[in-house]
């Protein structure tokens, strides 16, 4: 007999082997009842654990993306309807009234006519304009400064700085120099004048951000920029009166 059949012959004979072969048989006769729902539970949970959980979270993943889909659609849809009713042509005109107002950069050139138109309505002779190029920051706009001489009737200089702050344009009256002049009623003044002016934001919003929307102050605000007599678009010069001070304000 070769040596290998031997021992398996001999295993199989082995007194100790059937014992433990026989012992096994009685536990699992006696526990059989309990060890099969065992076996049948641990492998369920592994099932569960391994298949079924990662299963159902990537269900409610996708189902919790396609409902944020359905309500970004919803959104979408209902900003398209609100900017196809807008009137371009009226949200246009606001612009030019706010930007006249409150441009987005140093507007020398108008500044400088809106205060002369102001000081000839108001019976004074812009006899020198000084610009001061640095712009000032505050929290949400800069400015620049305006520095002018000018003659006229000492009866009409309240008027005339009055005019200045509720012009249309935002401007603040500072520092303020009176002398009288060789007539009687006339006085030279100087008038240090800040110029307010904000950039536009650097980012107005994506598709999925609200539509901003003019509130009831804003349009009493327009409408008060309205009565005060803004209805030249921005950047663009008044025609009358024209400066009379120097040639180049800047020297």
Same mark, same amino acid.
Do not use: C, W
């Given at each position: ?15 100790? +082997? ?7 048989? /009685? ?16 492998? !369920? ?18 189902? &919790? ?6 309500? &970004?659609?919803? +959104?979408?849809?209902? &900003?398209?309807?609100?900017?196809? =009713? ?5 949200? /246009?005109? &606001? ?17 400088? =006519? ?5 000081? *000839?309505?108001? #019976?004074?002779?812009?006899?020198? +304009?000084?610009?001061?190029? #640095?712009?000032?920051? !505050?929290?949400?706009?800069? /400015? ?6 000018? !003659?006229?009737?000492?009866?009409? +200089?309240?008027?005339?700085? !009055? ?10 009256? #500072? ?29 107005? *919003? =994506? ?37 009379? #001070? ?6």
């Amino acid at each position: 007999m070769k040596k290998e059949n031997f021992s398996k012959f001999h295993l199989v004979r082995n007194p100790d +082997f059937i014992r433990n072969i026989d012992f096994v048989r /009685k536990i699992y006769s006696n526990f059989r009842i309990f060890i099969f729902p065992a076996v049948v539970a641990i492998s !369920s949970l592994i099932l569960i654990v391994f298949v079924i959980s990662p299963q159902t979270i990537k269900l409610f993943q996708n189902q &919790k993306v396609q409902g944020e889909l359905q309500e &970004k659609s919803k +959104f979408l849809e209902a &900003k398209a309807v609100v900017l196809e =009713g807008l009137d371009e042509d009226n949200l /246009k005109q &606001k612009l030019g009234y706010a930007l006249t107002a409150y441009p987005q950069e140093q507007d020398f050139a108008n500044a400088l =006519g809106i205060i002369q138109e102001i000081a *000839g309505k108001n #019976g004074f002779n812009v006899t020198e +304009f000084a610009v001061r190029l #640095g712009s000032e920051r !505050s929290e949400s706009s800069q /400015k620049y400064g305006i520095k002018l001489e000018a !003659s006229g009737a000492k009866v009409f +200089f309240p008027r005339f700085i !009055s005019a200045i702050e509720s012009s249309a344009r935002m401007m603040e009256v #500072g520092n303020l120099e009176i002398s009288p002049a060789r007539e009687g009623d006339i006085v030279n003044v100087s008038v240090e004048i800040s110029v307010l002016y904000a950039p536009s934001p650097s980012s107005f *919003g =994506g598709p999925e951000s609200p539509l901003p929307e003019l509130s009831k102050a804003d349009e009493e605000l327009l409408t008060e920029l309205v009565a005060s007599g803004i209805s030249r678009p921005a950047q663009q010069l008044p025609s009358q009166p024209q400066p009379r #001070g120097k040639a180049n304000p800047f020297e």
